[in-house]
């Protein structure tokens, strides 16, 4: 293989991208020279196991992506804002859709929501780490490698360009050669690993580590969507690790699974990818319920409305979001029957959804409403996620869905969901728990113009598109026609709009760095749950006594009674575990295995395999116990973090 | 229950090896969905053999029984080496593990064997769709056997160098809830794989 | 410790000799019997699910009241296998037989 097959050529924007992360990477590496922080960056966050570590560097990670994909976006935008724009040509266009959907979601999505549930879920519930840190670093570097696996391709190699969903034929060894799609499926695959193993642990950790006396429905509701959320990725994400090996067998080792050859199926694929691919919607909303649950609680100054029914709600959301996947592929071909027992399921889900909502609704009536930035987030997202969610009842229908089928109608459903749901949920999430990554909240006023540019960009860019899509705009078209240029011009704007505000966020950032309070108790807004009864910055045990739990509203509780997470009568040595390499080195190791298989290198996949295998073997016979903090050192660590 | 610490075997007995254990459980639900996915694989590509031949030309009853006794009775061993360890008796336990891996090898040798064989009459993993998703399936298995004895043989390793521990019995009892669990997985192979498709 | 368990695994050598009748059983029906194809594939699923039965609670303790796991291990391999008969009957209902 020669140089010019290993990188892309002959694109001006991918040479731009290749000049800028080579700058880029270069000023880190010199940054960290200059100031001598590569031990630094070692010892305090490569070989960390300290869930709110994790937790931030999945935070950066996911911002990152944030941007990578919303500069995908913009892309879009501007090539379909006039007909016969010449701005990207049809490849790089179905290379960008592409991993914007894939980006978006699995990059995205996900880890920012799991980096919330990393710093916030322990501290919720009262614990001192996860049930498994070493798996929890694991896990965080299984996501960071798959998604660079993903990442460089567009630089090495050439992007997927099969749609996020990957659909076979397309997707196949015969209709797309080279290392694209390879890219794709075991940058996937990678990070889904990752995300199993964050399920499995979030759920011990939340079924074995509650404060005493926390009973399952005293739980906080955030907790309790990332309890829901734990079961839906333990259950769904097999089945993506079974589809993305099936096709990857398919195209490097020959088999005839999604082939149009050999009798295969390849609308199989379809069926399991979204097997796992409905649960994965409500793997990235259900986690946003609990954060607009929280924020909503907090500053309408209110016990939740209705928490028992909000929680029996998401259990059958989760249900029933196993039984609901056809709808995906309606127009497929399955008959009458099929299709009208999926839609029948489908519009069931509206059920519980509704109940959230009046809940949210019955929490804030005649509440003091206090309007912060997350807060803002909150109130925005409840009418735009009703738009979303009810295009989604239309879409459920079968019969109208053929119709509605890939169409712009069905992106502007998804866009409406999922950016007002998750991102919005993301953002306010952020913002709510900052003081407690970060010890100093985010500037209001840059908070509440990033809100405004972003809200009201997003419903320029989506609201449009719905009626683009009645009008019979295809989705995954490059060029659009004449008679929708006007919405589609509008649509740019809006998007340039979101942009705008996602900008004005990350200055905010900055900004507030250097500018911003400090935060002196702990308890920045007045909260609820417990992990406002903590010192902010968090000590790395979290709580120096873990609080007795005696009803909803845990906080709440313990300040009537004027009690705290520093009792000096209670003090005992914390047993902790230590940091540790291994899980970066594993991952990396697993990151060059999968990067080799993409070019199908066996003999190096092979090699690199067996290192992965030599590093479970070294934490088999590791016998790290761990060290015990001592209660001299709480002491002094409380005292001056309480100021007493 | 007052003397409950006496009475709780070893691998109960701190937190974390009570979490370890709860946490395999999980991992063990989500490999019954992993394994249920490649059954449904097999099942809608049933009858898809294209020009390959078909299952019930090559399907055999006595190798496949063979390999089920084998799994059956090393399931049945690795079932005693707890019990074993539950006595505790280092030696017991290691000589019942050395034995359940040797029914474990025999087992993957006669995989070996039929994979060897189906591929000379004309079946292979790249003949049709249906003979994939065997391949992948059974192969799937296959490799968590070979995954098991490997992990096996480390623990053994440490039983001989630490015996019975806290750590080890806790090591020891996950592994074997995972070689049940494979046998668990076989049953359903052996039933749905082998003998329907000698039935149809 | 060791005075508190039983000498004799019995739990394990009933479970043991119930698997290899249970196998008998699946193989006679299957290939030994007059049955119907569509008895035959009822009746040895069934023997497969009985038989994983007892794998999980002779030989895996899944019911160990001293895990202090509670319900929590069934709980989780009852639903993992109601995921399954989901995504098995599913797939087959959707691609094949409503096709």
Known sequence: MSLDEFFVTGEPLIYAGMVAIVLVTSAIIFLLTYFKKWGWLWREWLTTVDHKKIGIMYILSALAMLFRGGADALMMRVQLAFPDLNFLNTQHYNEIFTTHGTVMIIFMAMPFLIGLMNIVVPLQIGARDFAFPYVNALSFWSFFFGALLFNISFVIGGSPDAGWTSYTPLAGAAMSPGPGQNFYLLGLQLSGIGTLATGINLMVTILKMRAPGMKLFQMPIFTWSTLVTSFIIIFAFPILTVALALMTIDRIFGSQFFTLTGEGLPMMWANLFWMWGHPEVYIVILPAFGIFSEVIATFAKKQLFGYKAMVWSMILIAALSFLVWVHHFFTMGAGAFVNSVFSVSTMLIAVPTGVKIFNWLGTLYKSKIQFTTPMLWALAFIPSFVIGGVTGVMLGMAAADYQFHNSYFLVAHFHYVLIAGTVFACFAGLEYWYPKMFNHKLNEKFGKLSFWLFVIGFHVTFFPQYFLGLDGMPRRIFDIGPEWFTLNFISTIGAFGMGLGFAVFVFNIYYSYRTSQRETTGDSWDGRTLEWATPTPVPHYNFATQPTIRGLDAFVEMKKHNESTFDESKLEPIHMPNNTGQPFIMMALLFMSSFALVFEWMTLAILFLVGVIVMMVVRSFDEDEGHHVEVEEIKTTERQLRGL | ?200 | MSNQVKKVPTQHIVGFVLSLVLTALAVWTALGSDLSTAWIITIIMLLAVIQAGIQLVMFMHIVEPESQNGHVPWNMIFHGFVTAAIVVVGSLFVMVYGF
């Not at chain 2, 040798?109 to 993993?125: K, R």
């Not at chain 2, 249906?130 to 039983?159: E, K």
């Open chain 2, 1 to 200: 229950m007052q003397s409950n610490v006496k009475h709780t075997p070893l691998e109960y007995q701190t937190e974390h090896n009570q979490m370890s254990i709860l946490g395999f459980w999980i991992f063990l639900a989500a490999e019954v969905v992993l394994f249920s996915t490649l059954f449904a694989t097999y099942a809608v590509l049933f009858g898809r053999t294209a020009n390959a031949p078909l299952p019930s030309e090559l399907f055999g009853i006595e190798i496949v029984l063979i390999m089920t006794v084998l799994l059956l009775t090393s399931s049945f061993t690795c079932g005693i080496a707890i019990h074993q360890m539950r006595h505790g008796s280092n030696s017991g336990l290691i000589t019942w593990l050395i034995i359940t891996l040797v029914l474990g090898l025999g087992f993957l040798g006669f995989e070996i064997y039929e994979f060897i064989h189906y591929s000379h009459e004309g079946a292979t993993l790249s003949s049709s769709a249906f003979w994939s998703s065997f391949y992948v399936l059974a192969g799937t298995h296959g490799l968590h056997v070979t995954l098991g004895i490997g992990w096996a043989i480390l623990l053994i390793i440490q039983l001989y160098k630490k015996g019975i521990t806290a750590v080890t019995s806790r090591k020891v009892f996950i592994i074997s809830l995972y070689w049940h669990f494979l046998d668990v997985i076989w049953i359903f192979i052996f039933t749905s794989v082998y003998l329907i498709g000698m039935v149809i």
